[in-house]
């Protein structure tokens, strides 16, 4: 074996010795400061919701190796994060439903009301999360039979492409160029040459997926997949000659037959096992507004549903109770709740007492301030100046922003915020929309230009704005 063979071996041995390094960690094995640094990456500041955040986390990782007769007496503290409008607590949520791959969900405290009354009942976040976690074991399960799935899909094709008719069953000739055709059109079928070609397809090709939908559908798939079984009937009834037989582009066909042979490859009974079991044992709840519901409505003249009565009714869900869904009977016991709210005209102590004993964490979000905005606008690996960027790039604009640009966005951002209502990072989106208008609607014009955003740039679109405080109040 030569010598620059040899160095070729060890350098690729090397490459994936550095793949394997960089493979993402799962949250097991993820300790709480690998857990922040990771929020890191998305959210400034709030290290203290961070750190109180990656503990919960953590806990459910550390819950999982206990033995049996301890476990089940270990359930998750649940946290409330108090703190103004844009000021990450979505944001954090959001990115711990990324991190932890386990069921999520955000809902709105806002949305439910007293059982009794017409409108969503607490039970139904729970069915939400069950769903989600359905949805997300089916994808995983796809994902593992992905390339059987695949063969599967271009074996259809062909058969479409090239229909299995032979004449006269003992010719080995035709047989032989049936094949060696069928393996010409395999290889355009990859390339992708033959995405545009029309194909016909017979109806017994298409199996109709209402099982699924009945199972795991929201209302309108439910609806949908009624009217398919009206449909497979009526054309039952009709008999063989009567079954309708579709004409669609081989890209299409692609797509339905992947669709339908995916949802074979699924045994829906084993997802929904693994389903419930994560539900139940790594499921997490953030419920937003929950200040809203804070207090009673006796000084409203309004016939608002009571917001005490809301509260008791997420009472027993938070503290473990077993609510029935399609998918069988759901233990919120181990469920991970995390709440949020600004809390500007309740207090936490406005819940009733029992809702607050089953949040014993509570930690509070700090005022952004010039340099948080700063921060925000730099650092992330989503940062809005980035977003911006990219975008017109794709126009063929080189766009530039000079650190003393985002230090003066930053500044006017922090000074509305103080003198107008206080809507955290959200305000960057209003400013930066004001700030680059006329350039986002002329981008098209610009192609092979570079902008260079500079503080006089910022001054002279923003400046004037800034400084009429009831033009201010509309437009930023």
Do not use: C
Request: hydrophobic share 40%; aromatic share 4%; net charge negative.
């Amino acid at each position: 074996m030569s010598e620059e063979i040899i160095v070729k071996e060890e350098n690729a041995l090397v490459e994936t010795d550095k793949k394997v390094e960089e493979k993402p960690l799962s949250l097991d094995d993820m300790v709480p400061s690998q857990i922040v640094a990771e929020l890191d990456k998305y959210v400034i500041g709030q290290d203290k919701a961070k750190r109180t955040i990656a503990v919960a986390l953590r806990n459910r990782s550390r819950r999982k190796k206990l033995p049996d007769s301890i476990r089940e007496e270990v359930y998750p503290k649940n946290i409330i994060m108090i703190g103004p409008t844009g000021v990450g607590k979505t944001e954090i949520a959001r990115r711990i439903a990324k991190l932890s791959k386990a069921p999520f969900i955000k809902v709105e405290a806002t949305k439910y009301t007293e059982v009794g009354y017409v409108g969503r009942d607490v039970e139904s976040m729970v069915r939400d999360l069950m769903g989600s976690a359905v949805s997300m074991v089916r994808r995983e399960m796809a994902a593992a039979n992905e390339k059987a799935v695949k063969e599967r899909v271009e074996e259809r094709l062909l058969d479409v492409l090239i229909p299995n008719v032979n004449p006269n069953q003992n010719d080995a000739a035709f047989d032989s160029a049936r094949i060696s055709a069928r393996e010409q059109i395999r290889v355009q079928l990859r390339a992708g040459l033959l995405d545009n070609t029309e194909v016909e397809i017979p109806a017994g090709m298409i199996r109709q997926k209402v099982g699924i939908e009945l199972m795991t559908g929201s209302m309108d798939d439910l609806q949908n997949a009624m009217n398919s079984l009206g449909s497979i009937f009526q054309n039952a009834a009709q008999g063989p000659s009567k079954a309708k037989r579709r004409k669609v582009t081989v890209k299409r066909a692609r797509e339905m037959f992947t669709e339908e042979e995916t949802e074979r490859s699924v045994d829906q009974e084993k997802a929904f096992e693994i389903a419930k079991e994560r539900t139940e044992q790594m499921g997490i709840i953030f419920i937003d507004e929950i200040d809203k519901i804070a207090g009673k409505n006796s000084s409203s003249s309004s016939p608002d549903v009571s917001r005490e009565g809301v509260q008791r009714d997420i009472l027993p869900i938070v503290e473990g109770t077993k609510v029935t869904t399609k998918w069988g009977v759901i233990d919120t016991s181990h469920i991970l709740f995390i709440a949020a709210g600004a809390f500007h005209v309740s207090k936490p102590s406005d819940l009733i007492p029992e809702l607050q004993g089953r949040f014993p964490l509570r930690v509070e979000l700090e005022d952004l301030k010039a340099e948080d905005f700063f921060r925000i606008l730099k650092e992330p690996e989503n940062a809005i100046t980035l977003q911006y960027r990219e975008l017109l790039k794709t126009e063929g604009v080189e766009l530039n922003f000079t650190d003393e640009a985002i230090r003066r966005v930053s500044e006017i951002a922090y000074e509305v915020n103080s003198t107008t209502e206080n809507i955290g990072a959200r305000r960057l989106y209003t400013i930066m929309e004001t700030l680059l208008d006329d350039l986002s609607f002329n981008a098209s014009e610009m192609k092979g230009q570079k902008v260079d955003i500079t503080p006089e740039y910022v001054n002279e679109r923003l400046s004037s704005v800034v400084k009429n405080q009831d033009l201010s109040r509309y437009i930023l």
